[in-house]
């Protein structure tokens, strides 16, 4: 596995944590099934579930920052919407050349940056001003 879930990627929501650890599975099965060549067929597919889950697990995650009136929603929701474009290219570059390693670098890539930098800072950044509104 090249992602996994660990309790240091917490952010101590647990709706949150259960969609991120859904997040990393799929990602993980998506590296896996390009790596090994599985066919366009089921990587499209799993592209096409992670878009879907990706764009509600966003929408979840800003209405709870709605909901609390978290002063940074509009910058987080602009990283959101980087991310989906992010994945809809891969998707896109993906189709037009299946067989390219780059694609499979990129995926990699976009999943580390979204872990390291999503996850590990601007998540727990929101998450932190909601357990203080508790
Ligand atoms: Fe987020």
């Avoid at 979840?60 to 991310?83: D, S, V, W």
């Avoid at 050349?97 to 590990?120: A, K």
């Amino acid at each position: 596995m090249v992602f996994e879930w660990n309790k240091g990627l917490s952010v101590g929501l647990e709706t949150v944590d259960s969609q991120h650890k859904e997040l990393m599975m799929r990602a993980d099965e998506l590296l896996k099934a390009m790596n090994e060549k599985s066919g366009v067929q089921e990587v499209r597919s799993i592209l096409i579930y992670l878009e879907v889950y990706v764009k509600d697990h966003f929408e979840a995650e800003e209405k709870l920052m709605e909901g609390t009136e978290y002063p940074f929603l509009e910058e987080h929701r602009q990283i959101h919407q980087n991310f989906t474009r992010e994945l809809s290219n891969i998707k896109k570059e993906f189709l037009k050349n299946p067989n390219s390693t780059i694609i499979q670098l990129q995926v990699q890539h976009s999943v580390c940056e979204w872990i390291n930098n999503h996850i590990m800072k601007e998540d727990k950044l929101y998450a932190d001003y909601i357990h203080t509104k508790k």
